[in-house]
């Protein structure tokens, strides 16, 4: 992004727009005050944002923490703690400009020094991915209380994406700094800048937050309180929203087929808004370390023996569409100008035939993550054996899935990963040779290996010119596609369900993992 444009979107903040572009005498316009009641699931371990990332976290958190950017739903980057932002011509000096007079909940103000601490202190010894995407910056300084510089040993292309508040959330320096992280008592009562404060917790009940009413932006919250209730199973989860205890539900906390259900009832919608910057991408991990996986034949064969379709439609209910590749449609430089793979059982038999493959049995390991999951494992185990690949189930729990994909001790095992809006954030580390490590279920578990991709993921993280990063990562997704390190399913799309008295309830890329600050009951 040009100079220019980034300045321009710095203006346009100070014209009175809200991050999602609303005119902000619209959102007061609608009734204050009010409850919203919605599902966590699982029960977050903690609150902590910066210590803690998984989605249940994230969804609370996100209204008690801040980021210096928003993303709309096009991954563009809008203000937020940053009201302007500048970079230098060589892509390695980027100069935010902070908000003035944005306070802690505790009322400490937040300044330049806090952004420092969060991101070259607190951040990159807690925060794994971030620490990843600060490789490239060399210094992080506090011009003055509300000018910030990040100094870049080398351009990095998708460096302004790394600024949501899931991705570097800010985290007050005068209650962590010279702390252990882990054990700081504050990591019980998060202190944020956020629309919304932390209230009370009753483990295995409700999270409760309530409005901050000295937040930065006038009119917002509009409502007093938020409570995110803990139930235990599926079932219970749609029963609670059908009979109206709860007015928002995630996608993934009922089943899919009760989704469909729900959705017809009267004052009820349902979105698939607020995915779009983490973009989840689903596929079979191919163990490319054995036999018959580390043929590319073999793996071909299975790319072509999937019915993606039918996992959509059955599995999914229509809540995905059949993935094309290694990048998601949703984030930048997707293309469709690569190998394709429809179904063709006979066209999956020839490539056996020719991958050696001798008929031994596989072992499959199923997502834990409920009836969809396991719809999705039978369709694929049928799909599989009509071409000729035996393959057995290998059921475990969460923490079984975690630990054998962290030993690599499996044949074929499904995952679903987020792509953060650019293949440098979201797409390399799984394909790329610098991340085969064993302990994360997360980098690249396959064990694929290949001198080119790394090279073209490199030159494409470091390259600022958009169209010569377009023509990079084609070439990426054309190796990837005739290689097929992994077997690419389904682009997921998570469904939100609530009631029609609420309004707003997503306002960025990230939807309901932002803030409910715009969000409004009535």
Do not use: C
């Amino acid at each position: 992004m040009k100079r220019r444009n980034l300045i321009q979107m710095g203006a346009a903040a100070t014209a009175g727009l809200t991050l999602a572009g609303v005119p902000l005498h619209l959102l007061a316009a609608g009734r204050k005050g009010g409850v919203i009641n919605a599902v966590v699931q699982p029960e977050p371990p903690g609150l902590m944002l910066g210590i803690t990332q998984n989605g249940p976290t994230q969804m609370i958190s996100g209204n008690i923490y801040e980021g210096l950017l928003r993303y709309d739903e096009k991954i563009t980057p809008l203000p937020s703690l940053a009201t302007a932002w500048t970079v230098n011509k060589e892509g390695t000096l980027y100069t935010f400009k902070l908000k003035p007079g944005v306070t802690w909940h505790d009322g400490k103000p937040f300044t330049s020094a806090d952004v420092v601490f969060s991101a070259d202190v607190f951040l990159r010894k807690t925060h794994a991915r971030l620490r990843a995407n600060l490789a490239a910056v060399e210094s992080i300084r506090a011009v003055d209380p509300l000018t910030v510089e990040f100094k870049l040993k080398y351009p990095f292309g998708p460096f302004i994406g790394i600024f949501e508040v899931g991705s570097m959330p800010m985290i007050p320096k005068h209650i962590y700094e010279g702390t252990d992280f882990a054990t700081n008592p504050a990591n019980a009562t998060p202190i944020g800048t956020g629309p919304f404060k932390f209230k009370e917790w009753v483990k295995g009940s409700y999270i409760q937050l309530v409005a901050n009413d000295k937040y930065h932006v006038k009119d917002v919250p509009l409502v007093d309180s938020v409570y995110f209730h803990v139930i235990p199973d599926a079932a219970s989860r749609a029963a609670a929203f059908e009979s109206g205890k709860v007015d928002l539900v995630p996608g993934g906390a009922v089943e899919y087929f009760d989704v469909q259900r729900l959705s017809k009832l009267p004052g009820v919608a349902v979105t698939t808004k607020g995915w779009e910057f983490f973009a989840p991408h689903s596929w079979l991990w191919l163990n490319n370390r054995k036999a018959p996986m580390d043929n590319i034949k073999f793996r071909q064969a299975v790319m072509f023996a999937i019915d993606r379709e039918a996992m959509a439609k059955i599995a999914w209910q229509g809540f995905a569409k059949p993935a094309t590749g290694p990048f998601n449609s949703n984030i930048k430089f997707y293309s469709t100008d690569v190998a394709k793979y429809p179904r063709n059982v006979e066209t999956a038999k020839k490539l056996l035939a020719e991958s050696g493959y001798k008929g031994e049995t596989l072992r499959l390991l199923p997502l834990p993550y409920g009836e969809t999951w396991s719809r999705q494992a039978e369709i694929l185990k049928q799909n599989l054996a009509q071409a000729g690949i035996k393959v057995e189930m290998t059921a475990t729990d969460v923490a079984g899935w975690n630990q054998r994909l962290n030993d690599w001790d499996y044949d074929l095992a499904f995952t679903y990963v987020y792509q953060y809006g650019d293949p440098a954030l979201g797409v390399a580390r799984n394909y790329t040779t610098a991340n085969i490590a064993k302990g994360s279920p997360f980098n690249n578990v396959e064990g694929y290996s290949n001198p080119k991709i790394d090279e073209l993921f490199d030159s494409g993280a470091r390259e600022t010119d958009p169209e010569k990063r377009k023509a990079i990562y084609l070439q990426a997704q054309k190796i990837l596609l005739d290689e097929v390190p992994v077997a690419w399913l389904l682009e997921l799309n998570f469904p939100t369900l609530y009631r029609t008295k609420l309004s707003n309830i997503v306002s960025s890329g990230i939807g309901l993992n932002d803030s409910l600050g715009n969000a409004s009951v009535g």
